[in-house]
């Protein structure tokens, strides 16, 4: 029997297309392309700027801190916006110029500065390139009510910012840095003693560096690789923003907004929303622990360090990127549609962290019992590429027994736990509806800033967590980076950046949603009840 087409409209529930929900979700990447570029920040730092490795984290982290106190203002500047382009599109377009602006004079200009004021340089261009990074990034979550209220609907908006993330996290950034960056701007003394001198005396603080790795200089602290990352990832990102717009272009318009009406919103309103809303004050908690540690685990160093010097396979990050995507888009995807459309964004949370707890311990101890120590021998992947057919023949040779395993358990530990990862956004979208079903105020900017506020201002330790794991065991003035030699102390940092905190965020998971009162049956009855306030204003006006 034929599925019967639902309509756009009915009963106070309005829909998207599918294809507006897919473009939608490319905002998410757009901001995303850029926090991926900017995740080597610390390199350039260390590098170009002139820092020490911990007050390099430390300046990350303080920057993340402005980057939450920016939200509110500009979350204000979205709920008070209602103009010929809309309330979402506008901020999309004003976000993307200045990251692009901002980003192409700092990896282009100052490293041709004075040693003097690069810092000072530096502070003042990402201070507005957060402003930037903002304005777009509010967007994600504040568009999400009036682009559908479809309880059924809004975990499609995750679905497919899952696979954009997979997409671009695992498959497009690793093969562009690892396969083709890296190899072209790593500089070794015996083949580019001549650039590796000229970059020296450009950037005195590399003197250090290539000291310590034998004459040769990684390409993460080469000007060129930041540079070359922010032309390609730029112009990626300004395609996703684009594609965001237009999917917006129907519903960003008055009649999708809260009840349908013009409001006005005070300081009062926020104050009450803070205080009252149990739905947000909780999913602020889960989320924003989770994201901190979350953000230690994916940290650019632990990365390297896990590839490059425990495994002594940095090139095997590639291969194990390409493999493990699919596989785990797949799983994540069938495990939304199952659970978070069928029972709710709250149960889905709920799955992801508990699949999260048992995969790091399951990992955690894999890796204690089986730890290759560096030797490459240990730990071998195929030379397998998505994007390169001749490679596919490959895929099931050259494995060795700890890598097959250890990606065994990875993709069933990121399959399950991003779960409670990516369903996040659209649990902001239900907290803004819950508002209007509280009092009738429409904050969906709020609501998405709020979020960000204490997310940015807890996950902005990420940084310094990771730098401060690293400097207890001996990595003071510079980060490890591929060309560093393996030690337990290292091996230590490592896991527990990358599988031990984790458990710490969704622990706090389990107590947050224990007290968050949005079920499947709670965001039924809320839309039911919006929907009946709109009808009946609608016949009033008849």
Same mark, same amino acid.
């Given at each position: 029997?034929?599925? &019967? ?22 905002? !998410? ?69 200045? @990251? ?58 995750? @679905? ?42 450009? !950037? ?94 994916? !940290? ?157 201002? &807890? ?6 967590? &990771? ?76």
């Amino acid at each position: 029997m034929a599925k &019967v087409k639902q309509p756009l409209e009915e009963n106070g529930i309005h829909r998207a297309k599918m294809w507006e929900i897919m473009m939608y979700a490319l905002n !998410n990447t757009s901001t995303n392309t850029y926090m991926v570029v900017v995740g080597y920040i610390s390199y350039f730092l260390i590098g170009i700027v002139g820092l020490a490795s911990v007050l390099a984290g430390s300046i990350v982290t303080i920057m993340r801190v402005w980057d939450g106190v920016t939200d509110p203002f500009v979350g204000m500047m979205v709920d008070k916006t209602n103009g010929k382009f809309g309330k979402n599109r506008p901020f999309i377009a004003i976000g993307q110029i200045i @990251m692009f602006a901002t980003t192409f004079v700092m990896f282009n200009f100052i490293p041709k500065m004075g040693t003097g004021v690069r810092f000072i340089a530096f502070i003042i261009i990402y201070m507005i390139y957060i402003i930037g990074y903002t304005c777009q990034c509010v967007v994600t979550k504040s568009a999400q009510t009036c682009l559908t209220n479809d309880p059924k609907q809004r975990p499609i908006f995750a @679905m497919c910012d899952t696979v954009y993330n997979i997409v671009l996290m695992n498959i497009m950034f690793p093969i562009i840095v690892t396969d083709v960056l890296v190899p072209k701007f790593t500089l070794t003394a015996e083949a580019n003693a001549a650039e590796i001198a000229s970059l020296v005396a450009q !950037n005195p603080a590399l003197a250090g560096i290539v000291e310590k790795s034998g004459g040769s200089l990684s390409a993460f602290y080469n000007p060129g690789l930041f540079t070359t990352m922010q032309l390609m990832f730029g112009g990626l990102s300004a395609v996703f923003a684009v594609c965001a717009i237009i999917a917006l272009w129907r519903k960003d318009n008055p009649k999708y907004f809260g009840l349908g009406t013009t409001q006005k919103v005070g300081i009062k309103d926020y104050v009450d929303t803070l205080a009252h809303n149990r739905a947000i004050q909780m999913l602020v908690v889960s989320a924003s622990t989770d994201k901190l540690f979350m953000s230690t685990k994916s !940290n650019a160093t632990v990365m390297i360090c896990l590839f490059g010097i425990i495994f002594g396979n940095y090139a095997a990050y590639s291969s194990y990127s390409q493999i493990t995507s699919i596989p785990i888009c797949l799983i994540s995807i069938l495990l939304m549609n199952k659970i978070a459309r069928q029972m709710g964004q709250k149960a889905s949370m709920l799955v992801g962290t508990w699949g999260g707890i048992i995969g790091s311990i399951a990992i955690t101890l894999f890796l204690f019992f089986f730890n290759p120590k560096g030797d490459a021998s240990k730990f071998s992947l195929p030379a397998f590429r998505l994007i390169r057919p001749d490679t596919w023949g490959t895929l099931f040779t050259g494995w060795t027994t700890t890598a097959l395993i250890f990606v065994l358990l990875v993709i069933a530990w990121s399959g399950v736990q991003a779960l409670s990862s990516s369903i996040v956004i659209t649990m902001t979208a239900d907290c803004a509806d819950y508002e209007v079903y509280r009092t009738g105020k429409y904050v969906p900017g709020l609501m998405g800033t709020l979020f960000s506020f204490v997310d940015k201002l &807890v996950s902005s330790l990420a940084a310094t967590v &990771v730098a401060l794991f690293y400097s207890m065991v001996g990595f003071k003035d510079a980060l490890p980076d591929t060309m560093t030699p393996y030690s337990d102390g290292i091996f230590w940092a490592t896991i527990g950046c990358f599988v031990l905190l984790p458990i710490v965020g969704w622990l706090c998971n389990v107590v947050a949603m224990h007290f968050y009162p949005l079920t499947k049956e709670k965001m039924e009855e809320i839309q039911a009840e919006i929907g009946r306030i709109k009808a009946e204003a609608a016949a009033k006006q008849a």
